[in-house]
């Protein structure tokens, strides 16, 4: 089953008389909308944000919203988002969190939502302050929001209901080619997904820490694993300020010649 849109009203409603006589039915009501089962402190966020947000707004502003849809292959999740002709209503709940952290997130949310509309409107809500911060849709800046800002967004949204959430969010928009796509990728326009990440970071801590010399990265066709490379390498390039070298089995691309006009050493394997 899908994911389906869904009030939060009504969620809260079904939560709160299902507590107390029948928690059970509460996860059942939730698979039928083809929300994954939250955990306990999510949910409780969850709730939070919809009690803060239901004494100034009537129940029929409150539909429309899809909870923790997650990109397919890309593993990008979005705690609650609503798709609207004029814009896209991207909300963030977090327990709690540092600015930065919440920066980055708000940041990588307006990278995979902008390649659907132009037009963007994108929020977080931290529980444990009862903060609101926005991101300003042009220039990528988070600052502090009001609830009446977010509730008028809310509210000015023209909701439109969408067949397929992953017809829409196919992942081939997405995924950045070092070659294909060289000055996406120069300018960093891509975020590495999860499991990438994963590998990224233990490759370079075991380097870092001395324990290899050489590491072999593999996977079947269409997994990132160019990207990958080119992404460590530009850690080390940029980061750590270390000549880089890449040489290729074969004859180099135009995505190649690109990189190498800006200063990317990049060699054929025939040149050694």
């Known amino acids: 089953m899908g994911l389906l849109p869904i009030n939060l009203i009504s969620l809260r409603q079904t939560y709160e008389a299902c507590q107390s006589q029948a928690p059970e039915l509460f996860q059942l009501y939730l ?114 929001a009001t609830l009446a800002q977010l509730i008028r967004y809310i509210k000015e949204q023209e909701i439109v209901k969408v067949a397929d959430l992953d017809r829409l969010f196919s992942p081939k928009q997405y995924l950045v080619s070092p070659l294909s796509s060289p000055e996406k990728f120069i300018h960093r326009y891509y975020f590495l997904t999860n499991h990438q990440e994963e590998i990224k970071k233990s490759v370079l801590k075991a380097f870092a820490g001395g324990e290899i010399k050489c590491a072999l990265i ?13 992404d460590i390498s530009h850690h080390y390039k ?11 089995c074969g004859k180099l691309s135009e995505g190649h010649l690109y990189l190498k006009s800006r200063d990317w050493n990049i ?6």
């Not at 060699?267 to 050694?272: A, L, T």
């Open 218 to 230: 593999s996977g079947t066709a269409g997994t990132g694993k160019t990207l990958l490379v080119y």
């Open 31 to 144: 698979h039928n909308f083809g929300i994954k089962l939250m955990k306990h402190q999510e949910r409780e966020d969850l709730m939070c944000f919809i009690d803060r947000v239901r004494e100034h707004i009537s129940p029929s502003y409150m539909s429309g919203f899809y909870i923790g849809y997650t990109i397919p292959q890309i593993s990008k999740e979005f705690d609650l988002l609503r798709i609207g002709s004029n814009y896209i209503l991207n909300i963030e709940i977090k327990h709690q969190g540092t600015f930065e952290k919440i920066q980055k997130q708000l940041r990588q949310n307006r990278h995979y939502l902008l390649a659907l509309n132009p037009a963007v409107r994108i929020f977080s809500y931290i529980v444990t302050t009862g903060e609101i911060y926005c991101l300003d849709e042009r220039s990528a800046d988070v600052s502090p």
């Open 267 to 272: 060699y054929e394997i025939g040149d050694y």
């Open 238 to 248: 940029l980061q750590n300020r270390q000549e880089v070298y890449l040489i290729h």
